[in-house]
Nanobody, 124 residues
Framework: VQLQASGGGLVQAGDSLRLSCVVS????????IGWLRQTPGKEREFVAA????????YYADSVKGRFTISRDKAKNTVYLQMNSLKPEDTGVYYC??????????????????WGQGTLVTVSS
């Protein structure tokens, strides 16, 4: 499976940005796709995920209500709509995937496939 993320950029606090992740290769019904990020001085962390084929969404508390993960099956693309961005959202955002169990959804190490990352910078 290959994942290619794009859409990062420099924005001001309060602005919106949409990231895209094109997924290619056979994922099957048990594949979960998520967005994770690495912010300055911190470990890589979970942001949001679409759980397997049910597409149930999960979010980190820090982004809940501001970010929305969605997918367009026809385009094999997963999106992360980010609204009301804050300076602390600055970081490299990765789309990642894997055949995870639910309890591992929020743990970056359990994602087996990673895209190249896209940089999001939010100025105050």
């Amino acid at each position: 499976v290959q994942l290619q993320a794009s859409g990062g950029g420099l924005v001001q606090a309060g602005d919106s940005l949409r990231l895209s992740c094109v997924v290619s290769g056979g994922t099957g019904n048990s594949y979960t796709i998520g967005w994770l990020r690495q912010t300055p001085g911190k470990e890589r962390e979970f942001v949001a995920a679409l759980w397997r084929t049910t597409a149930t969404t999960y979010y980190a508390d820090s982004v809940k209500g501001r970010f929305t993960i969605s997918r367009d099956k026809a385009k094999n693309t997963v999106y992360l709509q980010m609204n009301s961005l804050k300076p602390e959202d600055t970081g490299v955002y990765y789309c990642a995937g894997g055949r995870l169990i639910l309890s591992s959804l929020r743990v970056p190490d359990y994602y087996s496939d990673w895209g190249q990352g896209t940089l999001v910078t939010v100025s105050s």
